[in-house]
């Protein structure tokens, strides 16, 4: 019997009644997954999309986040009337497990009574969809009309394709990739490395009792940092130099000292700062080793075309010309993989200044396309 | 890739040449529509339960077929070709795309790598109106069938009728049928190359 969601003040929470297995060997008891739903589903329950949230997102898609009442990260894509509609479609998003926004992660509570740090087992992306597996029976969903994500969701949304192809009509992939290059791992150890020498890391044991936020007291700083190095992946030269260029911040002159005179200084250093508000830094070693951990082709024997052999799945990748994190040639490589298996696939690069951030921003081809695709 | 049409259009019809490429293609069959434009050929050749997907390389026609749910990669003829594997459509055409490209010949090699037979359609550099317009203009010709002047066509390989024969002949490939086309209207086969302001060919190497 599938077990019944619970409300809570942050929205839907589902427990697992059976232990999830996962790629590491180990599993995960009492498994939490938080999760937000958009619209109706339908009668014969043919209309639900499920969308998959990138590193530091949440289930909050669509609507204001309850806690923080900040809105959803992609209201100009989901929504009545907006590409994935929500007046015709059952939108579903969940946190990832490993994550801090409700679903189980380090910060949760292990059977010892004391949080999980790190003795939470190291996850996959496919353990994450193994958690969205459950949501979609336990929601009584057989088969997803669609799974949409960008970046990390992108990666769960192949891993949906690969894993359980039986269980979705179409995947759209945005600015995603089929596995982490060296460059990739290279710049989530930056960060990973930043919060481990940190001291108040302390090997990930940093959670205080009582209190209303558990994470203070921990590696603001390490985490800070990593955020910053992050999100200069997340931009391009561009972008930086339009929004930023070399303009000094609240000042006429150089101060001939270490503070933030520039003004794309003192942008990341609030972009980390405000990020530690809000995200856990022991949650962000785990969901970067998962992606690192991806790699779509050696999981299924070597051969990127042979991970999509159990699936009848429409597929659409959308890159985008400045993004350097998943450059075009990651979403190119895995379309032409599909098509000469015979898959039913499209892809388009799109031209944005914005870099990998692009597929959260305005962009009216994407909009266009995700409209059509979805269908 | 696909360049301002040269055959015109009744509004709500097909393209002559691609009303001949549909008709011709049996239901079922898979087709690679190389530089396929908004889809046009790609929606009608779907509407009769073909396979169909499509290569282009702008964009904005590959978001435009997106949005109309029809398969297509962004990409160019030249470069991008080499990842379709050998046979795996029964048809690969080329409507209004060989004189756009670096290598025509070698896209043509490619088209019948990947499929036993392909469609071929491209404007006739050798019409009258075009061979008088460079005799009398001494300029290249901007014609309704060329409408754009030299240095900004993306026919960067006119051809003619003859031209194209040639090229068969030498590369070993059999003409299987053609059919001509001048003011959107079939013509006769006589003297195609100096009659007909479009071309379009099926073309075979068995």
């Known amino acids: 019997m599938a077990p019944t969601p619970e409300n809570t003040p942050a929205g839907p929470v589902l427990k697992l009644a059976q232990p ?91 059977e010892s009574g004391a949080p999980y740090g790190m003795t939470f087992p190291v996850i996959t992306i496919r353990d994450m969809v193994r958690a969205q597996v459950a949501l979609v029976d336990a929601l009584g969903i057989g088969k997803l009309h669609a799974v949409v994500g960008g970046s990390m969701g992108g990666m769960q949304a192949l891993s949906w394709a690969a894993n359980f192809g039986d269980r979705i009509d179409a995947a759209l992939i945005i600015a995603s990739t089929s ?21 108040k890391w302390n090997g990930g044991d940093y959670y205080s009792e009582g209190g209303e936020d ?64 809000r995200f856990d830094a022991n949650s962000y070693l785990y969901i970067t080793r998962a992606m690192d951990y991806f790699d779509l082709a050696e999981e299924h024997g070597g051969k990127l075309a042979d991970a999509f052999r159990g699936t009848k799945a429409r597929f659409c990748l959308v890159s985008f010309d400045t993004d350097w994190l998943y450059p075009t040639s990651e979403s190119r490589t895995i379309a032409h993989a599909l098509n000469a298996a015979g898959h039913p696939v499209s892809f388009m690069e799109l031209s944005s200044p914005f870099g990998h951030d692009s597929f959260l921003l305005d962009n009216d081809d994407l909009d266009r396309v995700v409209k059509g695709f979805i269908r | 890739m696909s360049p301002p049409a040269t055959v015109e259009a009744t509004p709500g019809q097909l393209r002559p040449d691609l009303a001949v490429i549909a008709d011709h293609v049996e ?21 009769k339960g073909c396979d169909a997907r499509g290569l282009e390389i702008d964009p904005t026609n590959v978001a435009a077929c997106v949005g109309r749910g029809l398969s297509v990669m962004q990409g160019d003829a030249d470069t991008d070709l080499a990842y379709y594997p050998d046979k795996s459509v029964d048809y690969a055409v080329l409507s209004q795309t060989l004189q756009t490209t670096r290598r025509p010949d070698l896209i043509l090699e490619n088209l019948l790598r990947i499929a036993p037979r392909g469609f071929v359609s491209f404007p006739n550099f050798a019409h009258w109106r075009v061979r008088a317009s460079l005799m009398l203009g001494g300029k290249m010709p901007v014609t309704k069938l060329i409408p754009v002047a030299w240095y900004e066509t993306p026919n960067i390989h006119h051809l003619t009728i003859a031209d194209f024969r040639a090229l068969l002949a030498e590369r070993g490939i059999r003409a299987e049928r053609s059919w001509y086309f001048t003011g959107g209207q079939p013509s006769r086969q006589r003297f195609a190359n100096l009659t007909a302001e479009h071309a379009v060919f099926l073309v075979t190497r068995d």
């Open chain 1, 179 to 199: 596995r982490h290059s060296a460059q990739n791992i290279a710049f989530h150890e930056v960060g990973r490395q930043a919060i481990m020498a940190d001291p």
């Open chain 1, 214 to 277: 558990p994470r203070k007291g921990g590696p603001e700083s390490g985490l800070a940092v990593a955020r910053m190095a992050a999100h200069i992946t997340y931009l391009s030269e561009q972008g930086l130099t339009e929004k930023f260029g070399r303009r000094l911040q609240d000042r006429d002159a150089k101060t001939f000292g270490f503070d933030a005179d520039f003004q794309i200084e003192s942008y990341l250093r609030y972009q980390g700062l405000s990020f530690t508000d």
């Open chain 1, 20 to 110: 999830l297995p996962l790629d590491s060997g180990r599993s995960l008891a009492g498994v939490q997954i938080a999760y937000e739903t958009y619209g109706n589903l339908n009668a014969d329950k043919s209309n639900a999309i499920l969308i998959c949230h990138a590193l530091t997102g949440d289930q909050h898609v669509a609507s204001p986040h309850p806690i923080t009442g900040k809105p959803g990260w992609w209201i100009r894509m989901v929504g009545p009337g907006m590409p994935i509609d929500t007046d015709r479609f059952f939108v579903i998003c969940s946190n990832v497990i490993g994550s801090c926004m409700g679903s189980s992660g380090p910060a949760s509570m292990a």
């Open chain 2, 27 to 47: 239901p079922g069959a898979r087709v690679l529509d190389i530089g396929c434009g908004d889809g046009e050929l790609l929606a009608a050749l779907t509407a």
